[in-house]
């Protein structure tokens, strides 16, 4: 946590900042990949790991019973959710919500290469649930 409290600001900066860079070079009307392979570039470029479409198991009660791929995965703290609509809905935040409480990181940024650049931070509340996922490793099984 920052001095100010916020959780992983400084990254979360840095992350903004990028997105910003993709947006502006691009625009609106891309498919969610092709921001996504552009964003995992300018990340590597400031030096941060980035795992791209991360997968995750979904348990209940210690039953696996799902799986999803988080489309970005930064340093192995902030889970990273995006579109490219336009405008983003409270389904998407849900989304994002959900894949907080499923991975336990403690935040989530939803972000938005719309017809106008959109940005939602999110941090994993001390109200949610225990962890219920957990992100797989890259090796097959």
């Given amino acids: 946590m920052s001095a100010n409290g916020l959780i992983e600001k400084e990254l979360t900066e840095v992350v903004i900042g990028c997105f910003y860079k ?20 300018e990340l590597r470029k400031h030096g941060l790991t980035v795992v791209q479409q991360a997968p995750v198991d979904v348990f209940y009660e210690g039953e696996l019973v799902g799986d999803y791929f988080a489309d970005l995965i930064v340093n ?5 959710e995006l579109k490219s609509a336009e405008e983003l809905i409270a389904r998407h935040d849900t989304q994002l919500l959900n894949y907080l409480k499923a991975t336990g990181k403690p935040v989530g940024l939803l972000l938005n290469f719309g017809p106008g650049p959109e940005i939602k931070r999110r941090v994993k509340t001390k109200s949610a649930k225990p962890r219920s996922a957990a992100p797989r490793s890259q090796n097959p099984r």
């Fill in 22 to 41: 993709v947006y502006n070079y691009f625009g609106f009307g891309f498919l969610e990949k092709v921001y996504e392979n552009a964003l995992a570039i």
């Fill in 76 to 80: 192995d703290c902030i889970i990273i």
